[in-house]
């Protein structure tokens, strides 16, 4: 089945440093979501991506869906305590009744104040 | 604007009873999607359902597991004669068009005793 690489694993950082991760895959996607899940608590959407090439911001987080739509990789700027949290990448796949989401392994990320 | 609701929140069920979670959509939405999450692992979908319509389970196991959406109330993921792999987080999540953002629910944690 489809599988979602998501690199890295886990983060440690200062606040007020800057954190990149990324997904890739072996299959072509057409939609690529970002989510933050906090303990105990249900994913909750971050930034949608669309078209290949695209780069979008929300905030201090920047996303982009790469050229090939097997890849997307998420910026957090001057990252803050409240961004603590597992990072999951998804593709979503547009054929008639084949709406769901393929998740990624994660990433966790932790900062210290 | 009331978010996707989930309940019960937490849920445990010895060996062999039957589990019933439900989760009312996002106000406007018609198209729900069920995942299971394993600890320390991405969400996994199950099946993704429209109003009285099973539009794609090929991530529910045959056996003992059902779902559906009616027309009037919940959606409800229904779980039969529960063993200890069942034990985790199930979310629900809804979308107002079909391949649409998907927005989730905070979560049912199942636990098989």
């Known amino acids: 089945g489809q599988q979602l690489n998501q690199s890295p694993q886990s983060m440690f950082i200062q606040e007020g440093e800057d954190v990149s991760m990324n997904c890739t895959s072996s299959?072509?996607?057409?939609?690529w979501l970002w989510y933050k899940q906090d303990p105990g608590e249900g994913p909750v959407l971050l930034i949608a991506?669309?078209?290949?090439?695209e780069l979008t911001s929300n905030g201090r987080l920047t996303a982009q869906f790469g050229i090939t739509r097997k890849d997307s990789f998420l910026n957090i700027s001057a990252s803050i305590p409240s961004d603590v949290g597992i990072y999951f990448c998804a593709g979503q796949v547009m054929n008639t009744g084949f709406q769901k989401l393929v998740f990624g392994t994660g990433t966790r990320l932790l900062v210290s104040p | 604007n009331a978010g996707v609701m989930q309940n019960p929140r937490h849920l445990v069920r010895r060996r062999g009873q039957e589990a019933r979670l439900r989760c009312s959509p996002m106000?406007?939405?018609?198209?729900v999607y069920w995942y299971r999450q394993l600890p320390e692992e991405g969400l996994k979908f199950m099946v993704y359902l429209q109003k009285e319509n099973i539009i794609d389970e090929s991530g529910m196991p045959k056996e003992r597991f059902s779902a559906e959406f009616p027309k009037e109330g919940p959606s409800i993921l229904r779980i039969q004669q529960v063993v200890r792999g069942d034990s985790a987080a199930y979310f629900c999540?809804?979308?107002?068009?079909?391949?649409?953002?998907?927005?989730f629910g905070p979560g049912t944690r199942l636990t098989v005793t």
């Open positions: 999540a809804s979308s107002p068009q079909a391949g649409g953002e998907q927005y």
């Open positions: 299959s072509i996607f057409n939609t």
């Open positions: 991506l669309y078209k290949a090439g």
């Open positions: 106000k406007g939405h018609s198209h």
